[in-house]
Structures are given as structure tokens and as C-alpha cells.
């Protein structure tokens, strides 16, 4: 059996419970970063101990949604759970996606914990040079 020594942890952890946990109908945020890379849109979302299964990724026009569900691992009548820290529940985070976003062609991959999504860059959104036609000695000035 676990022993705990922090007076305040049981505070910390019923905090966390009541403002973390989530259910469908109310989901808890998940943490994430984006960037850009190159040409490709980068967004990271940490999901760790959340199986590849329970995550869903859908894009309807330009809303991107995450939804994620991290169940218990230990269940059944021979289980005791001592300590319970880790929030468990459904989580998501939904994203508006620039026009200048390629929905299309969005790629998702899910390593350690957690899932990467690169979103290509369309092209006319890509950075370019406007070339110059003729110059101003080609012209003629009437008075």
C-alpha cells in the first residue's frame, strides 16, 4: 500500500477531479502546441495512456475537432485502487482552420502519448515573388 505525506494532495486531487474530468457531453480541454513548419501546419496534442481507439479526428468545413477518452486500466472485482491521480473522462479541443489550411490533405500520427497532426499549407497561401513588367524609362509621358 501507498502511503501519502502531502497534507494538501488530497485537496489538489479533488480539484483536479471536479475541474478536470470530463464526460461527452462535457469535455475537458486537452494541451496542445502549433506551429509551423515549412509548408505544413503543425498541431500537437498531449493524450498520454489514451489508446489510438479512443481518439476521433473529424473535420467538417473548416472546424477541426479532437475528442479523446482516457479509460481506467485497472478494472474488476480483484482490483483495489489505492491512489487515483490521473484524470480520467473525455477530452477535446476544436480548432477553426484558415482557408489557407489544405483540410484535405491532413495526416495524423500518434507516438508516445502523443498525436501529431500536419496540415499542409495550400499554395496560394505559400509565399512568393511578384515579378515586375517593363520599367518606368519604357514609358512615355504625353503633356
Do not use: C
Amino acid at each position: 500500500m501507498l502511503m501519502r505525506t502531502d497534507p494538501f494532495r488530497e485537496f489538489d486531487r479533488l480539484a483536479q477531479h471536479l475541474m478536470g474530468s470530463g464526460t461527452w457531453s462535457r469535455p475537458a480541454p486537452m494541451p496542445m502546441d502549433a506551429y509551423r513548419e515549412d509548408d505544413t501546419y503543425v498541431v500537437a496534442f498531449d493524450l498520454p495512456g489514451v489508446s489510438p481507439e479512443a481518439i476521433e479526428i473529424d473535420v467538417d468545413r473548416n472546424m477541426l475537432t479532437v475528442k479523446a477518452e482516457r479509460r481506467p486500466t485497472a478494472e474488476g472485482e480483484k482490483v483495489q485502487l489505492d491512489v487515483s491521480e490521473r484524470t480520467l473522462g473525455v477530452f477535446s479541443r476544436r480548432l477553426a482552420l484558415a482557408d489557407t489550411l489544405d483540410a484535405e490533405n491532413i495526416t495524423a500520427d500518434y507516438d508516445a502519448g502523443v498525436l501529431t497532426l500536419r496540415i499542409p499549407i495550400t499554395e496560394r497561401a505559400k509565399p512568393r515573388r511578384i515579378a515586375i513588367r517593363g520599367s518606368a524609362s519604357d514609358k512615355q509621358l504625353s503633356s
